[in-house]
Nanobody, 119 residues
Framework: QVQLVESGGGLVQPGGSLRLSCVGSGFIFSTYVMRWYRQAPGKERVRIAHIDINGGSTNYADSVKGRFTISRDNAKNTVYLQMISLKPEDTAVYYC????????????WGQGTQVTVSS
């Protein structure tokens, strides 16, 4: 059974840091492009970070560029999102997404983890 399970969310003060993790199972993790999305209250889901299948290339939304870092460890079937200098506008549910590099119609989603940035 395919699973993507996010963890690491929580409450943090503005300027603080948080590290999210997403563990995949039931599919060949190393053949999937990994992405992080977020959805703020009342807003559309947006992509914020992307990493290629071997970790050699990354890209970010302008809203998080310079503050967030995506990485992956294929041996652990895990993708990470390191977040620093957090702002209240970063408050959202964060979702892990996997899409097959070779069969792009195969796509999986995690259940999400809540990040709240507030003083």
């Amino acid at each position: 059974q395919v699973q993507l399970v996010e963890s690491g969310g929580g409450l943090v003060q503005p300027g603080g840091s948080l590290r999210l993790s997403c563990v995949g199972s039931g599919f060949i993790f190393s053949t999937y492009v990994m992405r992080w999305y977020r959805q703020a209250p009342g807003k559309e889901r947006v992509r914020i970070a992307h990493i290629d299948i071997n970790g050699g290339s990354t890209n970010y939304a302008d809203s998080v560029k310079g503050r967030f870092t995506i990485s992956r460890d294929n041996a652990k079937n895990t993708v990470y999102l390191q977040m620093i200098s957090l702002k209240p506008e970063d408050t959202a549910v964060y979702y892990c997404n996997a899409i097959s590099y070779y069969l792009s119609q195969r796509e999986y989603w995690g259940q999400g983890t809540q990040v709240t940035v507030s003083s």
